[in-house]
């Protein structure tokens, strides 16, 4: 079952989801000015989700009823569309996930947030890129996570229950440091070691040789 580009995405057109897509699903339309993805390509790997700064993007199996017409609405749109699998800028005028959020409480609107949604907004704080940053906080998002082995950093642990999240299968680093609020390097370099100690796979999708990895125990 593929994942589904909802109504807001229309007008905004955020890119951050075709950059870590590793199938290249999705597809830039003009009328509505919005991404779809091809419900026949899509993996369901759910990379896409917390990538999305205004959360446009659900399992189909969870769509709210508000937005139930857009799983249809993606198979019917995308054949008109052009494959996109590179980051640009928004739209101009594109909102924020908070003024979304607002504008859809007018409309009597009530949608619960997909799961995988690290709920951080565009107008968030930008993620931690500096290497200052030291301390590794609790993860924002763990939904059942795989308890982290014995003998572990800080650091090693909260990236390893990121990455061992039962909503994902797959986790980018980028994601991962999104979610740790720590240095990509940082992150990148705990996951090598955890790698190594047979804790987490890694592969390199087609798309931009992107790396992502998944805890052994849930993706082997």
């Known amino acids: 079952m593929a994942h589904v580009v909802t109504e807001r995405c229309v007008d905004c057109r955020y890119t951050d989801c075709c950059a870590v897509c590793p199938v290249d699903c999705f597809y830039e339309i003009e009328s509505p000015a919005m991404l779809v993805i091809d419900p026949d390509t ?9 990538e999305c700064p205004i959360l446009a993007i659900w399992p189909a199996d969870e769509l709210p009823d508000a937005f139930s017409e857009w799983e249809d609405k993606n198979a019917d749109l995308f054949g008109g569309g052009t494959m996109i699998k590179t980051q640009k800028s928004a739209l101009p005028g594109a909102l ?3 003024q979304i959020q607002v504008r859809e ?10 799961s995988g949604a690290d709920g951080e907004s565009a107008d968030a704080e930008p993620e931690a890129d500096s290497a200052t940053a030291v301390e590794a906080p609790t993860p924002k998002l763990i939904a059942n996570p795989i308890a982290a082995p014995e003998g572990l950093t800080a650091s090693q642990v909260s990236v390893f229950e990121a ?6 299968r797959w986790r980018s680093v980028r994601s991962l440091a999104r979610q740790v609020r720590l240095p990509q390097g940082s992150v990148q370099g705990d996951l090598e070691t955890l790698v190594e100690k047979g804790l987490i796979q890694k592969r390199a ?10 805890a052994v125990a849930r993706v082997a």
């Open 42 to 50: 899509c993996i369901d790997c759910a990379l896409c989700v917390p």
């Open 96 to 98: 924020s996930l908070s």
């Open 105 to 114: 409480r007018e409309r009597g609107l009530q949608v619960k947030e997909p």
């Open 163 to 168: 990455a061992a999240n039962t909503i994902y």
């Open 205 to 214: 999708p087609m798309t931009n040789g992107l790396i992502v990895y998944g």
